[in-house]
């Protein structure tokens, strides 16, 4: 069983003491032996320490790459989602999908009653019947011609009547298309071939993907102004950042960016800048910018802010011109955090652990940088540490009682 004799406040002092000596990348944390006796160890038996799977290791130092800071809103690859919605006024009579529903291009949506196209189609079978109706004078004036019986100039007035017929029947079968029937479809029905066709129009996505949103109910009356749907891939986002004149010279299309957002704070996402705008902002000055960046999971939601970190090409110097200076990195299970303090756990051998307090940056590849509290020379657990963290927390705890 472990022991922890008053672990945190322990680590507070200690926590004042990283503040006040590390202040720069280049200065080391205090080593172990400014510890002192009052600081108590987390004692784990011999079959917790195995049970518990601890590993143990030492942080890597990494080059310290140059990076400008960002921030913007995230929005939708234009391309990849459709907004779609009624290109008619009329009254909602069906909806076919539900929200996450996967669709294929050319599913219907919804239908849409409407008095558009019952307007449309009455226009489209008026004209259909006039068109009959000109066809058939058109040829009893040629057989009255043929026979002596009537004049050129009746036939040709037939002939143009039967034109005039024609071309209504065209502007007819243009209206109702613009209202989403096919006149063909309504021919077949007209003439027994198919079922008899609804009086309202389809709404179908012109691209597949997972349903996004929906805005619609059964009975609502919508128009054209409105977006009922919106369908696509969110597997990418763009995030939309300004980047001020001082930064210009260190961000370039093709370099490597990675965004945090408040809802999830530990997460980082991966992308990349494809585009920097060629003006500057006149108010702003700034320039605007687009980072690509990848959302596999869909948790990047259009309209969040974030903040990116965009990384040059390649690494800075030192100010003599030297060697890049390094900074500490982690695997990030390796650092806990307790009553909003992150802490690593320091490896004393013998399955004795100290609470060590650090101040933590971004992530390097996977890892998370340790800014200030540890040195590259120690050893800490790098692997089982939620058992150190539950131990330190049960401990508290027994002590408080």
């Known amino acids: 069983m472990g022991r922890l004799r008053n672990p945190l406040a322990a680590a507070v002092v200690l926590g004042a003491l990283v503040s006040g000596t590390a202040t720069c ?86 239908t849409v009653d409407s008095v558009e196209v019952r307007r449309a189609r009455a226009d489209y079978l008026t004209s259909q019947v006039k068109v009959e109706f000109a066809a058939r004078e058109r040829e009893r004036q040629r057989r009255l011609a043929d026979g002596g019986l009537t004049t050129g100039q009746s036939v040709l007035a037939a002939e143009t009547q039967t034109d005039l017929a024609l071309l209504e029947k065209r502007a ?13 479809d309504l021919n077949a029905a007209t003439e027994g071939r198919a079922s008899r066709p609804s009086t309202g129009t389809a709404l179908k996505t012109p691209l597949g993907g997972l349903v996004l949103d929906v805005n619609a109910r059964i009975g609502q009356a919508v128009s054209a102004a409105d977006t009922l749907f919106v369908v696509g891939e969110i597997d990418k986002v763009w995030l939309v950042v300004d980047v001020y004149e001082r930064d210009l010279s260190r961000v370039h299309v093709g370099d490597e960016a990675r965004a945090r957002v408040v809802a999830y704070p530990e997460r980082e996402f991966r992308g990349t800048v494809d585009y920097v705008a060629g003006t500057v902002d006149p108010v702003r000055r700034a320039v605007s910018a687009r980072v690509v960046l990848d959302n596999p999971d869909g948790l990047l939601r259009p309209g969040m802010s974030a903040t990116a970190h965009v990384f040059g090409s390649g ?87």
């Not at 809103?73 to 999908?97: C, D, H, S, T, Y």
């Not at 007819?172 to 063909?184: F, I, K, T």
């Open 25 to 110: 990348r280049k200065k080391e944390a205090p080593a172990a032996e400014t510890k002192t006796k009052a600081e108590a160890d987390i004692v784990l038996g011999a079959g917790i320490l195995d049970a518990a799977a601890i590993r143990t290791g030492k942080p890597r130092s990494v080059a310290f790459r140059t990076h400008v800071t960002v921030t913007g809103m995230l929005e939708f690859v234009p391309n990849r989602v459709a907004k779609v919605g009624p290109i008619i006024e009329g009254r909602i009579v069906q909806i076919r999908v539900d929200p996450g529903q996967r669709v294929t291009p050319g599913a219907i949506l919804a």
């Open 172 to 184: 007819a079968a243009e209206r109702l298309s613009a209202v989403g029937v096919r006149a063909e």
């Open 315 to 401: 690494t800075i110097q030192g100010g003599d011109g030297g060697a890049a200076p390094m900074m500490i990195v982690v695997p990030k299970e390796a650092v806990q955090t307790i009553d909003g303090q992150p802490f690593v756990f320091l490896d004393k051998g013998g399955g004795k652990f100290d609470l060590r307090p650090v101040v933590r940056g971004g992530e390097v590849d996977g890892d998370v940088e340790i800014k200030r509290g540890l040195a590259a020379d120690e050893s800490i657990a790098i692997e089982g540490t939620f058992v150190l963290k539950s131990e330190a927390l049960r401990s508290q705890m027994g002590e408080n009682d």
